[in-house]
């Protein structure tokens, strides 16, 4: 069926194009943006004074775990139906958001691959997943929860073992982190070459290696060890920022779980080291941020598991000095390339009809973006909008 979306204005994933726009959809593909009204459509969806996007793109999440509810590594050791329950909830409520598509970092048990089956197959709402399988963490070390690896051997076991179930990514914890307690967020579990054993097993397989990686020297052995993305990115001094631009990585930006107050400072108040170390981490954070920034590296944008709130962390980006047109790139073309997704990110004929609509313009007010008024994945209007849409034939 051929349908046309109609709009004020259009944010093609790079820039803003004044309206009246018309996004004509065939089946699941954009047949065109043109500016007159299309003719023989079986209906137009006029938007009124809205702005249509590009489909979100969420490049890091978990979807069983919600941090609200405290020990993130114990949600992911729940027996398997529990965490398919919990992520059914939580990617309809990322999809209602505006996110289409998610690149899920680490689940045990095969709950992602599980639920990309459900989700592809029509049988339960959520975002297009990118999966990683389990996620490389050292034994004992942040980031372990049912596996953990002690040798290169096991690295490539592991790895090798998220290609065969279909892995569209491979995830190594370099440093430590916030939420685990024992475990400094500049600590460096893995060697270079250990690393390096990980990049070349994703790699030979067409595979980007995300390392999960705040900064210190566990980041330096990440991006040293041919990692393509740096996810988090929160104590990256101007060293790192300048070895980042070398190799020509990106950083993938997650602030609503350290910075919301339903993120990890819900879920964890009642741990005194984890609270030193959100605040400590909050400052990191805004210094390490507004330098990456400025530098104008390449960056994406995740919630780490605060399903529904991409659009927070697009606003933060924004707080951290971006331009509200740069934090819409990190939320969709940025996001869709750190996916390998070419086919969506960008609204233009040919590629995915993944898109949103939001009530006025998101450059002048960023907030619009957690306001969306339809969401439409693969040329399908998700059911739930805010907006009754006036459609005529």
């Avoid at 509810?69 to 939580?90: F, T, V």
């Avoid at 400094?184 to 999960?212: M, N, W, Y």
Wanted: with cysteine; proline share 4%; aromatic share 2%.
């Amino acid at each position: 069926m051929t349908v046309a979306l109609a709009a004020a204005r259009l944010f093609t994933g790079d820039d803003l194009l004044a309206g009246p726009i018309f996004v004509v959809v065939d089946d699941d593909r954009i047949r065109s943006v043109q500016r007159q009204r299309p003719e023989s459509v079986a209906e137009v969806i006029d938007l009124g004074d809205a702005t249509i996007l590009p489909g979100l793109v969420d490049a890091h999440s978990h979807v069983s775990i919600v941090p609200g509810l405290g020990d993130q590594i114990g949600q992911l050791r729940q027996p398997l139906e529990r965490q398919l329950e919990a992520a059914r909830s939580n990617v309809a409520r990322d999809l209602a958001s505006g996110v289409t598509t998610m690149r899920v970092m680490g689940q045990e048990l095969d709950v992602d691959f599980l639920l990309k089956a459900e989700i592809d197959g029509g049988r339960t709402p959520g975002p297009a997943l990118v999966c990683a399988g389990v996620q490389i963490a050292k034994a004992g070390q942040h980031g372990h929860a049912i596996t953990g690896v002690r040798t290169r051997a096991d690295i490539e076991r592991v790895a090798r073992r998220n290609v065969e179930k279909g892995a569209g990514v491979i995830k190594i914890f370099a440093t430590g982190g916030v939420s685990t307690s024992g475990t400094p967020q500049d600590s460096c579990p893995f060697t270079v070459d250990e690393i390096r054993s990980a990049a070349d097993v994703a790699h030979t397989h067409g595979l980007k290696l995300a390392a999960h990686a705040h900064g210190g020297e566990g980041a330096r052995r990440a991006i040293e060890g041919g990692v393509d993305t740096i996810e988090h990115g929160a104590a990256l001094d101007d060293d790192l920022i300048a070895l980042v631009r070398e190799r020509d990585r990106t950083v993938v930006a997650t602030f609503s779980i350290l910075f919301h107050p339903d993120g990890i400072e819900r879920g964890d108040a009642a741990s005194p080291e984890i609270m030193q170390k959100v605040h400590a981490a909050r400052e990191t954070t805004a210094r390490s941020w507004r330098r990456i920034i400025s530098s104008g590296l390449r960056v994406a944008v995740g919630t780490d598991s605060m399903h529904g709130c991409l659009a927070y962390d697009v606003a933060r980006l924004v707080d951290f000095g971006a331009t509200p047109t740069q934090a819409l790139r990190a939320a969709t073309r940025a996001g869709a390339e750190v996916c390998g997704l070419l086919d969506r990110g960008v609204l233009e004929p040919g590629r995915r009809a993944d898109l949103i609509a939001v009530q006025g313009n998101p450059l002048e007010d960023i907030t619009a973006m957690g306001r969306p008024l339809l969401v439409m994945k693969s040329g399908k209007v998700v059911p739930g909008g805010r907006l009754e849409p006036s459609i005529s034939g």
